[in-house]
């Protein structure tokens, strides 16, 4: 019978229990079985079938999973693997797959439902224009869509934005830019460095 070992040393808590697929899972993370003992996991493989072999340490117990079934962990061991700098877009498609099932779990429910939206806010300062077009781009090339800029949704500021669906889903990615220059614009400015010219004598 395996003991829970968190407090053995090498072993570090997560700030919190969570649960997640088991298609996510890695070498490293503590995994606690239904029994409530907790184990390191040392392998994972996959198969074409979609089932996770997790291999874990004691006895070396290969358990099998099916990637969507969904496991908890209770920490990390760092002397079989290192943490890894979690991913945002694995990190944010765990969360929309926890949505998801949640969602699921309204079957039977009935359902008035006028539309539903994902949005990805990309930035909200001009100034951060140059990452956010290049986030909302990125998103957009996954969906085989592409986005444009202007003002959406009769919105007053200027937008770079996707809108794709998916289902009955509709996700929106957007970044705040600034206002590209008009002709009026450029004209404005061409007469003022003139002006600035002639006032100081430049201009022949």
Known sequence: ?????????????EPRTRE???GDLTAGMILRFADGESLTVLRVERDEDGIVLVTVDGDAIAAPYNAEET???????????PPAEP??????????RAVADRVGSLAGTPAHVSYV??????????SEAPDGIATVDAIAGVFGAAASTGHHNRSALWEHRADVQV?????SAFAAVPKPASVEDELRAEVEALRAQ???????
């Open 117 to 126: 939206t994902v949005g990805i806010c990309a930035g909200l300062v001009p």
């Open 1 to 13: 019978m395996h003991t829970d070992r968190t407090d053995r040393p090498g072993y570090s808590a």
């Open 87 to 96: 991913d945002y877009w694995q990190a944010l498609a765990a969360d929309l």
């Open 198 to 204: 002639l006032a100081e004598g430049g201009a022949r």
């Open 71 to 81: 496991v908890t962990v209770v920490g990390w061991d760092g002397a079989v693997a």
């Open 167 to 171: 289902g009955e889903v509709v996700l």
């Open 20 to 22: 997640i697929k088991a």
